[in-house]
Each structure stands twice: as C-alpha cells, then as structure tokens.
C-alpha cells in the first residue's frame, strides 16, 4: 500500500526489515496475543483526492463564524483590530519562521535585533525600563509577575483585582497553587476595584497588587490610588494592559508600577481562536534580574560594530535549573515580530490615532445603545469596551444577533454570577457608524 504522505519506498521498507532481522511487519507484533490483535479493515471512509479533500474542508472551514463574514462586537481580551498588510509579508520570510531564539542566538543577529525592537517598543508604550523577548500570552505573563513579586519580597500573598480578566486569573491561580502562594480576590465595585474592601486585603505579607487597566470591564482604574497604597506596605505593583489603550493613556510606568504585563495581540496578532498570541514582560531597572524569560541586548563586537546577544543569561532555567527566576526560558519570536512590525508600520502617531478611533467609537455606541433605551451598568471612564444589561440571556441575544450578521459582546453571567444578562461589548477601530447603527438597531429590541 502506498502513502502518499510518507516517503518511505517499499525497498526503504525491505531494507529496514533486513536491519532489524524480521521478515515482514507483523512479526514486530508477535508479543501480542492474537485473540486482542485488532482484526479487519478499519471503519473509515475511502480517502479523497486532494481535490475533494480542499472542498471538503473548505466547506467545513465554511461554518466557522469570523470577522470576515461577520461585524464583530467580541473582546473581553481577544480584539479584531486592523493588521498592516506587511505584517503577513515580514513575518512569512524563512528566516524569521520560527517561535524560538536560537540556541547559537548570535549567528542570528537579524532575529535578534527584531526582539530587541519588540522589547523597546514595549518599554516605550509602558513607561518601564526593560522588557523581556515576550512571553506565551499575557495570562502567563500575569502569573510570571507575581511569582517575580514573591521571590523579590519573600511573601506568600498576593491580592487581585476581581475586574482582572478572569482567564488570566485562572492561570495564577494554577501557578500558585504549585508554589503556595496564596491569592486573594479583591472584588470590584461598580465595574473597578472596591477601594475600601483592598486596603483592608492590602497588608505588609502581601507581595503584590495586581490589576487591569482598562479593566475587564471596560473600565479605568485608579492607579495612582492604587500604587499608592501598594507601596505603602512595600508591595509589588502589578499592572495589566493592553498595550493599544497605551497609546491614549498615561503608562502605568508613569504611575509607579513595579511590573507591567499584558498581551501583544492588539498588534498585528489574529484573533485565531483564542491563540496563540504574545505576551510582553516589562520591568523597572531594579528588577532586571529577576524577569522571567529571554532577554536581548545590544553590544559592540572587537571591531566596534554593533551587534545582539541573549544577556543575562545566568538566571535562567537551562543554566541555574531549580534556582532560575522562572522556569520559562522560550519566547514568542515569531508573534513578537509580527507585533513589532504592526508597531513599525504604525508608528507612534498612527497607534495614538487607532487608539483614540476605539475610544471615539465606543463612546458613541455608547450613547446610541443609551438612546435606543439600553441600559449602561456603569457610567465610569471606558476604552474601548463597556457593559450593558439585557431583557433576557445573552446566549439567547447572540444567537439571534448571529443569524443578523453579528458576532455580539461577551456573556459576563458565564464567570460572574451576579451579572446575569449583561454583555460585555468591544468596539474597535474597525467598526464603522454603520456597523454600530445597525448593530444598535437590532439590540434595541432587547432593552
């Protein structure tokens, strides 16, 4: 029987038979007994012509509900933002096809260098000293900073904003609990962190505050408030971001903040699914020892030339194992460069102009969704996305939303008991007025 997939020939085949010292396949078998051997042809169908098999899964591929075919109102992390066609281009080049610094990284000095333009980019939009060569996704760099927290205070606690993203708590939760760390949850009020009930959490055995901004749901954090009361207690202060809503508000580096971490993804990332996309890891000077990951510096080489290198190598896992900061020593180079090519393409202004088009648009759905008599749950300061009630569930609003052409927000009553028939709702850049009327004009009907 011939495979088309794989290369091996009938006469590769008889060769390795001979190596071996067996006649043919089955005797490679003979310690099964033959009463438990599999008997027959399998169940399957007849395999397909490469022509038949593309239509097939075409059709299949067909179902799928993305933002092509539908005008999506989906985030709650998860963005469709608009991609600079060069982003593809860049990123499709042999010689960056990969996730991975190299393991001889100075032969590489291209890929190198594109880290390193990733790690500045990231520093410039955060307000911090240094930023690592990215991390999985921003859920893991949300873990990754508060083992950093406890290793650099030597506490055991660390206390989280409920308006977090509830997945990228879930993975701390998950990382802690192999270090026993404890995690407590500060709730949210009204849509931010309950000031009175976290500086009653907030004491000297905690090792970090944790928070989003803009928060889950949608809202501005008071940081300055925050970082205040953090260090008060010589906590770490962790924040969160989304790296696009830097580009219209003041960087959390400005405010204080101890570590800054978030997902890339707004940046020349697709949605796909939910992944894979890009973490960023940004620190003060001070920490620059502790961060978790790979780092790229630049350098002269003996003839004065400038060249990258992976520094500070000495702290992490394949060299110190047990005693190395964190035992993530990989990256996501390839999803790295697509977000420092997003970034190149856009420059500075065209980032501050995409994120004042996603807080102009959403303040308008706003007051189009409020007109039409939907209700806003809260009233605070937002970016881009913002919550509101429904008449009747949302996975109820969303399936017929779906059948108009409408990919709707995110069900909030999935994670939060108490926000039954609330809707998450994110407006990017790439909604038109259109979009939003016409979306307004079928969510009405739900006020």
Known sequence: MKHRYLP??????KEMLEAIGVKQIDELFSDIPEKVRFQGE?????????TALTRELMRM??????????????GAGVYDHYSPTIVDHVISRSEFYTAYTPYQPEISQGELQAIFEFQTMICELTGMDVANSSMYDGGTSFAEAAMLSAGQTRRKKVVVSEAVNP?????????AKGQYIEVVTAPQKNGVTDMEALKALVTDEAAAVMVQYPNFFGQIERLDEIEELAHSV????????????????TPPGQFGADIVVGDAQPFGIPQAFGGPHCGYFAVTKKLMRKVPGRLVGETTDDEGQRGYVL??????????RDKATSNICSNQALNALAASV??????????QDIAGQNFKKAHYAK????????????????FNEFVVKLNRSVKEVNEALLQKGFIGGYDLGREFESRQNQMLIAVTEQRTKEDIDTFVEELKQYA
């Open 8 to 13: 091996m020939t009938e006469q590769d085949k």
């Open 42 to 50: 399998l169940a399957i169908k007849e395999a397909k012509s490469e």
């Open 61 to 74: 591929a067909g179902k799928n509900a993305d933002t092509k075919q539908y005008i999506s109102f989906l």
């Open 167 to 175: 997945e990228a708590r879930a993975v701390l939760e998950a990382y």
């Open 234 to 249: 010589k906590s770490m202060f962790v924040v969160s971001s989304n790296p696009l809503a830097l580009g219209a508000l």
């Open 311 to 320: 520094t500070l190598q000495a702290r992490e896992q394949h060299i110190r």
């Open 342 to 351: 997003a970034m190149t393409a856009l420059g500075k202004k065209g980032i």
């Open 367 to 382: 007051q189009q969704l409020k007109s039409a008599g939907i209700e806003m749950v809260e009233e605070g300061f937002t």
